[in-house]
């Protein structure tokens, strides 16, 4: 569900300067991660703090699982869907 949610959300963000810009600066926030996702709600996002964790830990997990033991230890940064999220935000035009 969140995988659908943040897709969406870039594709809006990609079509809405104005929404992209909103979103780059929650960065800026005491909390970021929560302002980032009270702005997609309020925008009809249904992203939640908890579920945006635990995307980037499941996603990495499975990436672990996938090499039948031969991973010994994660790679930084694929178990951030918040950080890969505006990666792919930034990089859009």
């Given amino acids: 569900m969140?995988?659908?949610e943040l897709e969406r959300l870039l594709?809006?963000?990609?079509?809405d300067k104005g929404l992209k810009d909103r979103l780059l600066l929650t960065r800026s926030d005491d909390d970021p991660v929560e302002a980032f996702c009270a702005?997609?709600?309020r925008e009809g996002f249904a992203?939640?703090?908890?579920?945006?964790?635990a995307l980037g830990l499941t996603e990495n997990d499975a990436k672990l699982?996938?090499?039948n033991g031969g991973g010994v230890g994660?790679?930084?940064g694929w178990d951030d869907a918040y950080e890969?999220?505006?990666t792919a935000l930034?990089?859009?035009t």
């Avoid at 594709?11 to 079509?15: E, G, I, N, P, R």
């Avoid at 992203?47 to 964790?53: K, M, P, R, S, T």
């Fill in 84 to 86: 890969q999220f505006f």
């Fill in 65 to 67: 699982r996938s090499v």
């Fill in 39 to 41: 702005l997609a709600r």
């Fill in 2 to 4: 969140i995988e659908q």
């Fill in 47 to 53: 992203v939640n703090a908890g579920e945006l964790f």
């Fill in 90 to 92: 930034i990089w859009t």
């Fill in 74 to 76: 994660a790679i930084d």
């Fill in 11 to 15: 594709k809006a963000a990609k079509a």
